[in-house]
């Protein structure tokens, strides 16, 4: 008995052995046989790029780039600009009042002036004597944004090659130079310092008013048992039983266009488009303005 329990252990020794040897020879084997696979793989795409280096060399050989292929995007890119003639001399600018201040002069007098920045400008249309029978500029001034203009406008602003539409336009005569739309026409173009000038604006509204501070009625008495101080009274005669046109009375006072003459440039600031204006220009600050040649 006990020499067949050796026999069986020593057969099973044995099968465990041989067991074990096919297992490392089973992992041996993908080993063996995935190396030569990768330097296979690793080969080939080297010989595939390499090969791919050699047609590509033969190709831009064969096919040699030249510029007719770039020529068009250097035409479109290069676009010739438009060559414009030098401002002419208009009888007026637009432009928008900023406020008062004062300044000195040589003397030390102290001068009250209105600050305006008058322009830059751009010419829109030009009116000629063939076509409308009249030689002016439309001019326009403050860039905006194009959704805010309609149709039409945009054609007009396209043809006269500007980047914006322009929010404020006015003509103004042409006594110099020749007008071409797209023009920028700025303050030192136009005045000089020492001009006299006459200014246009949009007086302050003062709402509701009497005829006292409306018109400068004096108004009646104030004591011995007067009862009417500041009312206009009559309303003028009683034959035709109307009220004549024009008749002073109290209503609505401002908010109309005023134009105040014989007003004098202080100074012009270039570099900032701004004029300096001896005296009072009507309008609140912000208002638009135009100021003309007197």
Do not use: W
């Not at 003397?107 to 008058?118: D, F, H, N």
């Not at 638009?288 to 007197?294: E, F, L, P, R, T």
């Amino acid at each position: 008995m006990q020499e067949e329990k050796q026999v069986a252990e020593e057969t099973a020794q044995v099968n465990g052995e041989q067991s074990e040897a096919t297992a490392e020879a089973a992992s041996a084997a993908p080993e063996a046989t995935t190396e030569p696979a990768a330097e296979a793989a690793a080969e080939a795409p080297a010989e595939v790029s390499a090969a791919s280096a050699d047609t590509g060399e033969t190709a831009s050989e064969e096919t040699p780039a030249g510029p007719v292929a770039a020529a068009p995007a250097e035409a479109t890119s290069a676009q010739p600009k438009r060559e414009l003639p030098p401002p002419p001399v208009l009888k007026g600018l637009i432009g928008r009042k900023l406020g008062m201040t004062h300044i000195f002069d040589e003397s030390g007098r102290m001068i009250a002036v209105t600050v305006v920045e008058l322009g830059p400008c751009h010419v829109v249309q030009v009116r000629t004597p063939e076509k409308d029978g009249y030689y002016a500029a439309q001019i326009g001034y403050e860039p905006m944004r194009p959704q805010r203009v309609n149709k039409p406008m945009r054609g007009i602003f396209k043809k006269a090659a500007l980047e914006k539409p322009l929010r404020h336009l006015k003509e103004f005569p042409i006594l110099e130079g020749q007008a071409v739309s797209g023009q920028e026409v700025r303050a030192e173009h136009v005045f000089s310092e020492g001009e006299t000038v006459k200014v246009t604006g949009t007086s302050k509204g003062k709402g509701f008013a009497g005829v006292v501070r409306r018109y400068g009625f004096a108004g009646g008495p104030m004591t011995h048992g007067s009862m009417t101080h500041r009312r206009p009274l009559s309303s003028g005669a009683t034959g035709p039983q109307r009220v004549f046109k024009g008749k002073r009375s109290p209503g609505r006072m401002g908010g109309e266009q005023v134009t105040t003459r014989n007003l004098t440039i202080v100074k012009i600031l270039a570099d900032r488009n701004r004029v300096l204006i001896k005296g009072a220009v009507p309008g609140g600050r912000g208002s638009i303005v135009y100021v003309q040649k007197q």
